[in-house]
């Protein structure tokens, strides 16, 4: 479940109902948008109805019955850029979000890169901030 939790109303009911649907030794990965202080009109665009603290999302995952296997924040190295874009929306609120259209190609693939290379750090240790969360869930 990439980038999906965030736009459902209802999202410990959702988690719950996921259970009967994983598998014996199946698991479920998700992605969701991080820190609620950085919700504002960029999340209002992508129709988010929250971001997620990793506390607040343990907590969601045990109340469904649900067990975090891996938890942790990615997307921290591009972390500063965003809590800029994002303080200048709330700053300055324009009728548009700052980073709504893809970058000049050259930046585009500077950003994938570097966001990429999140993945070389991930094998070794978590994160401890980031614009977003990946967790690895199996049935507790």
Request: aromatic share 10%; glycine share 6%.
């Amino acid at each position: 479940m990439f980038d999906v939790l965030e736009h459902i109303e209802q999202d410990t009911e959702t988690l719950v109902a996921l259970r009967p649907l994983l598998a014996k030794g199946g698991r479920i990965l998700i992605t969701i948008p991080a820190c609620q202080w950085l919700y504002g009109i960029h999340d209002r665009f992508l129709h988010h109805k929250r971001r997620y603290s990793s506390r607040q999302l343990r907590s969601k995952l045990v109340d469904a019955g649900l067990r975090p296997v891996r938890l942790s924040h990615f997307n921290t190295i591009l972390f500063p850029l965003a809590v800029v874009a994002r303080l200048k929306d709330k700053l300055f609120r324009g009728a548009t979000a700052t980073g709504r259209r893809v970058p000049p190609s050259f930046i585009n693939s500077l950003f994938r890169n570097v966001f990429g290379s999140e993945r070389f750090l991930l094998r070794y240790f978590n994160l401890p901030f980031g614009v977003s969360l990946i967790c690895v869930i199996e049935t507790a």
